[in-house]
């Protein structure tokens, strides 16, 4: 296991960061991110940039939108009668997440604008239309295990800690 593969383990340190040169996110060595390669469990543009790759690579790569959260979908924002939420709900704020169920199975949403009588939802990720920037370093690879593989994700040290 010298290159990153499909089925590989590997674990990175990264910076993402915007257009604007803001860091969105970042991970040292110490807390690196382990995933599982070739599984969809990073954006397809990182992915792809990380094929390949040995322990010690670093890589500056750009992400577009298309190719990492997607392009930005209007018909993901809704506006929602306050009385189809459970009353727990009802007094959600701006910039809030909540998980819904959307019909085809509960995903979370970000509150945009709440109301005396409405909630308004964007189920858009919030890094959806964003171009990404990413520092990334591999930090170590390994073989995945038959659980991992089953599962389509990475464990970590302590195996399900998870799940
Ligand atoms: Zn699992």
Redesign the pocket.
Known sequence: MSKIQKNTVATIAYVLKNRKGEILDQAGAEEAFAYLHGHDNVVPGLEKALDGLAVGDKLSVTVSADEGYGDYDPDLVQTVEKSKFPPKMRSVKAGEMLQVDTGAGWSVVTVKEATATHIVIDGNHELAGEDLFFEVEVIALREASP??LE?G?A?GPEG?N??
């Open positions: 659980e991992e599962h994700h464990h399900h998870h799940h």
